[in-house]
């Protein structure tokens, strides 16, 4: 048996082989500010009426393959044409999805670093090469490496996420303007947490066929448990894209979860709204901790530079409080990344944050 396994083991691909699985923090009990999930969950009338709808569907038979329903409705709210959206088992897939049409053995994914960290591993998963460029200071984009290797013989897809997780800054719409216009590689700009920033590229895509755009119903939305991501681009990658995804990829309940988010719009907006209040708030109550660092954000979480980041994660988890550190990511060991919860929760985290950072001291 042992050894049966020991050559199962052998035979994983190479590019498999070196991959961690992705493990988020361990979920328990308390204050979860640990990934970027919405504070508030569907509303329980929305919940009634969309199990209402899915309990009369029929089960036994397959979902509509095509999710066309959904991307009509979709369509019309970010007035694009049907047949420039594609809908996934969250954006997640999509990207993979990504990289199995334009990536692979001999092509390079370029991305800023530090980032989402799926472009590298899912790069690394179809066989590609990840090249990763740091940010600059103030998490600005370096301009003349990105121009370099977007246009590198071998790069086929470029991935910025804006606003881009875990720094929390929006890119400069210009700069990604020039990175589009510089290159005839396909750039797809990330949007998960545009509900909360001020800026989309959205309106660029008739100009440019080599733009996509990202979105997640995992963040603003309310969705993260059921999984439903997005991508708006020119038809011509959306059918490409339609070639490898998995037939049925947005189950029936996806469906009907994904068309009633889209018919309460207002909801979320308002809910990004108050998250944005609360952003700001987080964020100017933990500046006052001295020697800390809290980076602007136009997203549901702030980043933060703080000495000990690790021993003062430890200390919020003590008192029942997950936040996210990167101990193991370049250039961010001093950092943690704090999304933003509902009033209170964010008012117990700068009490312990706060009381965490003065312990140092003493
Ligand atoms: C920038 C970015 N893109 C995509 C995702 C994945 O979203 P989904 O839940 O739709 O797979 C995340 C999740 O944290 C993210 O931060």
């Not at 086929?156 to 290159?183: D, K, M, Q, W």
Request: glycine share 6%; hydrophobic share 40%; aromatic share 8%.
């Amino acid at each position: 048996m042992e050894e049966r396994v020991k050559r199962l083991r052998e035979w994983i691909r190479p590019e498999v082989r070196s991959l961690q699985p992705y493990t988020p923090e361990p979920i328990g009990p308390g204050i979860r500010l640990d990934a970027n999930e919405s504070p508030f969950d569907m509303p329980k009338v929305l919940k009634e009426a969309i199990w209402e709808a899915f309990s009369t569907q029929t089960w036994n038979r397959y979902p509509d393959t095509e999710c066309l329903a959904v991307r009509q409705a979709m369509a019309k709210q970010e007035k694009v044409e049907v047949n420039q959206i594609l809908f996934g088992n969250g954006s997640d897939e999509i990207i993979r999805d990504l990289l199995v049409c334009y990536g692979g053995p001999g092509t390079k994914t370029v991305f800023p670093t530090p980032t989402f960290s799926m472009y590298r591993l899912l790069t690394i998963a179809l066989g590609g090469t990840p090249v990763g460029i740091r940010l600059q200071e103030d998490w600005l984009l370096d301009m003349p490496a990105m121009m370099r290797e977007i246009n590198a013989e071998n790069t086929r897809l470029v991935f910025i996420s804006s606003p881009n997780n875990p720094t929390g800054n929006v890119f400069a719409v210009e700069r990604i303007l020039e990175i589009i216009r510089a290159t005839d590689r396909l750039v797809v700009v990330d949007e998960a947490y545009r509900m909360f920033s001020n800026q989309s590229m959205v309106p660029y895509l008739p100009e440019f066929p080599n733009l996509a755009v990202l979105c997640t119903y995992s963040k603003a939305m309310s969705a993260a448990g059921v999984r439903i991501g997005y991508l708006l681009g020119h038809p011509d990658v959306v059918e490409t894209l339609n070639r490898v995804r998995l037939p049925y990829n947005m189950d029936a309940f996806a469906q009907q979860v994904a068309i009633t988010a889209i018919r309460n719009n207002d909801l979320w907006q308002k809910n990004a709204r108050k998250i944005i209040q609360e952003r700001e708030r987080l964020s100017a109550a933990l500046a006052k901790c001295s020697g800390v660092i809290v980076y602007p954000s136009q997203a549901n979480f702030i980043l933060v530079r703080v000495s000990e980041a690790e021993r003062i994660k430890g200390q919020l988890a003590k008192n029942n409080i997950a936040v996210r550190g990167f101990s193991r990511t370049e250039g961010l060991g001093e950092c943690l990344r704090i999304t933003i919860g509902l009033p209170e929760e964010n008012e117990a985290c700068i009490k312990q944050f706060t009381a965490a950072v003065s312990a140092q001291k003493g």
